[in-house]
């Protein structure tokens, strides 16, 4: 099932810093908006550095990103990124 999840008060440094740690994880933003579809991971994302708001929709992981982990986990590392920079989710 795909997730969709949304973050508020995500400055410019935090998503910076967010596509940094999914740099490392071999998945790669490019711009404040696009598509994931990198090692079973996919998704579309939008970033609006103005209202500081991120957006993703339709998260799925599949295999092989599936080897480690799911939708949930990989929501649960990305709002812990956003929250350490002072963002937060919302509903």
Known sequence: MAKNVQYAGVKPEAFDQLKSKLQQMGLSLKGNSGNISEKGVSAKYD?????????????????????????????????????????????
């Open 47 to 91: 970033y609006n550095p103005e209202a500081e708001m991120l957006a993703i929709d339709d998260l799925k992981v599949g295999f092989p990103a599936s080897m480690m982990l799911n939708s949930d986990s990989l929501v649960q590392r990305l709002t812990q990124i956003v929250e350490q920079h002072g963002g937060r989710a919302t509903a």
